[in-house]
Every structure is written in structure tokens, then in C-alpha cells.
């Protein structure tokens, strides 16, 4: 038997981090879950239980991925957006040490929406009160790339929304599907549509002009295209804005083709964004039989009463890609 080493990666996941911006009395936070792995010169310390032999393949340890997390959390001016967060973290890595080339960064940002307060017959949003409104993420996913050298870095981002649970109780349909022997599934012109969103665009890779500042190793955001992924606060927000105006509107004719649609608009909506995928669990919520008390509860004209499933769920999942 003989082996070698393919592929190694390794670095610090769970990374568990809250920022506080104060601006005056008016306060912005972020809570992120960090996950940060690094890609290199490494294989010694798999193959050879090497952790220190040569200085510039040392093994850095996952516990200094973690502090300079934290570093990055306190000194970056890019902390409020996950995305140059992210971005700021992976440059960091790949440009400090020479034994890395290559840094993925994945963020899961929490949800803190401001407190709505009234002040006399206005409704304010307070400036240092928040409320966890949802499980729903933000994620982002980077990957940074300096394996043609520590002069020639270039990002490619991954960016969307996890756990954005809908539903709409009519305005879905699913009629004029193939039947076998293997079909019990009734056609319905009218039944309860639920998922829990997930979301990923992916923008069009880019280069990331080498850091200048040695203690920060801070990248230069070369300029706002809307669209793009130095707009991705926007794209974030237009994104998840189709995604919630399009299941709400949307006549429903399947859980695909309404998925299509939202691919479409934030493809239109954003230059900068190349591919788009969901991912759409079809949450079914099954009509109750109360023909043992006769009473009605079957016909989508009748059904009121409701079986929540939690298990199983169909699955649907596509991607659409940019084609000009
Ligand atoms: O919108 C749907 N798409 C399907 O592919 C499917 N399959 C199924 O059983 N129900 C549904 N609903």
C-alpha cells in the first residue's frame, strides 16, 4: 500500500465574535460566527509531524487564527460588512505568512435589528437597543488566492442568506405532473407553499491590490459599482428583497419555477453577481382527514387544519448563471 497527501487545509472554525461601533451615542453591532482555513506550505506537519522545522513553513497555529479574528474585529474598518470582513481577514492571512497561499474565510452573521421605540406619536429605531427577529443569516463565504504570488492576490465571493423561514397559505399551485404507478400525490390549485430560504450568489472574481499598512495588512476597496461586490451591503439587500417580494407575489406554478424567477431579477438587478443558487426545502403541511367526525378538511376549498411535517421535505435546488 502506498499513499501521499492530497489536499490539506486547516485553521479555526467557530470563531465567535461581537463588535460594538459607537458613533456618539448611536451604536451599529455585528455578531459573527467565523470560520477561517488556510491553505499551504503545510503537508510536513501532517506527513512528518513537523510543527517547527523550517522558519517559513512553521506551523502557525489555529489558536493565532483566532486572535487575529479578534485583531481584525477591533482595528478593521471594514468590520461592519461581512463580506470586506471576510476579505479582510483572508488578505491578512495569505499576505503575513509566506507558507500560505490561499485563505477561506466563512462568515454567518447573526440577525440584531434596532428596537422600533415611539417617542410621543413617532416610531424610532433606538440607537443602541436590539432584537434577535429571526434565525435568519447573512453568510458569506471567500476565498482569497495568493498562490501566484503575495503581488497578485485575487477574492472570489460567495455571499447570501441561510434560514429565512416563509410560508404563503394560498397563491401556489402544482398541477400537470408526470404520474406512474408510484403517484399518490393529488393535483392542487391552491396549497400552502413553505421554505426555509437558502441563498448564495456568487460574484465574478476580482484582484486585491496588495495591503500597505504592515500591522493592519488592510486591502483598498478600489471604488462602490453598484451591483458589485464592493456594494455587497446593497446586493445583500436587493437579494433578499426579491427573494421575500417574489414568494409573496409570485402565482406560484412550482416550488422551481418560482425559485427561476428569483434567480432571474438578482442577476438583472446586479451586475456584479455571475451565479445565483437556491436552495428551497418544500415544507408540506398536509390537509387533516375529519371524515372520522364529518366534517370537511380535505378539498383545498375546505382545508382549514393543518399537519405541519417536519420530515420529509422535498428538496429543490437550482442555479442560474449569467450569460452575457
Ligand atoms: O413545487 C413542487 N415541486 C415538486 O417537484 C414537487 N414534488 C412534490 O411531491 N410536490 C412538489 N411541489
Known amino acids: 500500500m502506498s499513499c501521499a497527501l492530497s489536499h490539506a487545509l486547516y485553521g479555526k472554525d467557530k470563531v465567535r465574535v461581537f463588535r460594538v461601533v459607537r458613533e456618539g451615542g448611536f451604536h451599529n453591532v455585528v455578531e459573527y460566527n467565523v470560520r477561517a482555513l488556510m491553505?499551504?506550505?503545510?503537508?510536513?506537519?501532517?506527513?512528518?509531524?513537523?510543527?517547527?522545522?523550517?522558519?517559513?513553513?512553521?506551523?502557525?497555529?489555529?489558536?493565532?487564527?483566532?486572535?487575529?479574528?479578534?485583531f481584525l474585529a477591533k482595528v478593521s474598518p471594514h468590520v461592519l460588512n461581512p463580506e470586506r470582513f471576510a476579505l479582510h481577514l483572508g488578505t491578512f492571512l495569505v499576505s503575513k505568512y509566506k507558507h500560505i497561499h490561499k485563505a477561506f474565510v466563512d462568515i454567518e452573521m447573526l440577525k440584531w435589528?434596532?428596537?422600533?421605540?415611539?417617542?410621543?406619536?413617532?416610531?424610532?429605531?433606538h440607537p443602541f437597543s436590539f432584537v434577535r427577529d429571526g434565525e435568519e443569516k447573512r453568510i458569506v463565504s471567500v476565498e482569497v488566492d495568493a498562490s501566484?504570488?503575495?503581488?497578485?492576490?485575487?477574492?472570489?465571493?460567495?455571499?447570501?442568506?441561510?434560514?429565512?423561514?416563509?410560508?404563503?397559505?394560498?397563491?401556489?399551485?402544482?398541477?400537470?405532473?408526470?404520474?406512474?404507478?408510484?403517484?399518490?400525490?393529488v393535483e392542487v390549485d391552491d396549497r400552502i407553499f413553505s421554505t426555509s430560504v437558502d441563498l448564495e450568489y456568487t460574484y465574478a472574481p476580482f484582484s486585491i491590490a496588495s495591503p500597505t499598512d504592515e500591522k493592519k495588512l488592510e486591502f483598498v476597496v478600489p471604488g462602490v459599482v453598484k451591483g458589485g461586490v464592493w456594494d455587497s451591503d446593497g446586493v445583500f439587500e436587493r437579494a433578499r428583497n426579491v427573494t421575500l417580494q417574489v414568494f409573496a407575489t409570485d402565482d406560484s406554478a412550482s416550488v422551481q419555477a418560482t425559485l427561476y424567477k428569483m434567480e432571474q431579477q438578482i442577476i438583472a438587478e446586479n451586475d456584479g453577481v455571475d451565479h445565483v443558487k437556491y436552495t428551497l426545502p418544500n415544507k408540506h403541511y398536509v390537509p387533516v382527514d375529519m371524515s372520522y367526525i364529518g366534517i370537511g378538511n380535505t378539498k383545498p376549498t375546505e382545508a382549514e387544519v393543518f399537519i405541519p411535517l417536519a420530515a420529509p421535505s422535498g428538496l429543490i435546488s437550482a442555479t442560474a448563471s449569467r450569460t452575457k
Open 39 to 70: 491553505e499551504g506550505d503545510i503537508e510536513t506537519s501532517y506527513t512528518q509531524a513537523d510543527n517547527s522545522v523550517v522558519m517559513f513553513t512553521r506551523l502557525t497555529t489555529t489558536y493565532t487564527v483566532k486572535n487575529i479574528t479578534y
Open 148 to 185: 501566484n504570488g503575495k503581488d497578485k492576490i485575487t477574492g472570489l465571493v460567495k455571499a447570501g442568506i441561510k434560514d429565512l423561514l416563509v410560508l404563503k397559505s394560498s397563491g401556489s399551485a402544482f398541477t400537470n405532473f408526470w404520474r406512474d404507478e408510484y403517484t399518490t400525490l
Open 113 to 125: 435589528s434596532r428596537i422600533p421605540v415611539s417617542e410621543g406619536s413617532d416610531v424610532k429605531p
